[in-house]
């Protein structure tokens, strides 16, 4: 019985520093580790036809008549897989994974937020995040990366994308991309 209740006390005394606390720890001095810089080409395919597409529509605008693949207002989900090379047979390097809106009602725009993950090689189990916009029609562009984790850790840069392919009836799409990195 008294070890019940020395156990009930020290909690009890757990609980009220805890909820009593401050929000934050004190302040260190920060030493940054020497800051790198990652090139990286890679191809994403984004598929919406056919009997496996690897990004779909989650909601599209009620208002819009559109026989286009992703009309004004759509948002759509993306586990678009990474290869070495434009043939979607050639070694798949990782996936990207997020969603992304058309936001273009005169111009076709994506705004697109899609984590990069690698699951092979020396990045395996790293990413970086972009959230940005994408002018598609536009045969190159840049996109924003925003963060990274992993070997890319506070990752900062820019993606430029080359449309490679893309099938205007469907939406299909492959995409070159080089991204530069700058993380920790």
Do not use: W
Not at 21 to 31: L, V
Not at 117 to 143: C, L, P, Q, Y
């Amino acid at each position: 019985m008294e070890k019940r209740i020395g156990i009930v006390a020290f909690s009890l005394h757990l609980c009220i520093t805890f909820a009593l606390g401050d929000y934050y720890s004190n302040t260190r001095p920060y030493t940054p580790k020497q800051e790198v810089v990652t090139n990286l080409h890679f191809f994403f395919h984004d598929t919406l036809g056919g009997p496996d597409p690897s990004a779909v529509l989650i909601a599209k605008s009620g208002g819009h008549n559109s026989s286009a693949p992703s009309p004004f207002g759509s948002l759509l989900a993306a586990d678009d897989p990474l290869t070495v090379g434009p043939d979607p047979k050639s070694e798949m390097i990782g996936n990207a994974r997020g969603m992304y809106v058309s936001s273009g009602q005169h111009v076709p725009t994506l705004t697109m937020y899609i984590d990069f993950g690698f699951t092979s090689g020396k990045f395996n189990g790293s990413s970086f995040a972009v959230f940005s916009r994408n002018t598609i029609m536009d045969k190159e562009r840049e996109v924003a990366v925003v963060g990274g984790r992993g070997r890319f850790r506070m990752a900062r840069g820019v993606a430029l994308l080359n449309t490679y392919s893309v099938n205007l009836t469907n939406g299909d799409a492959i995409v070159e991309y080089n991204v530069t990195l700058y993380h920790y």
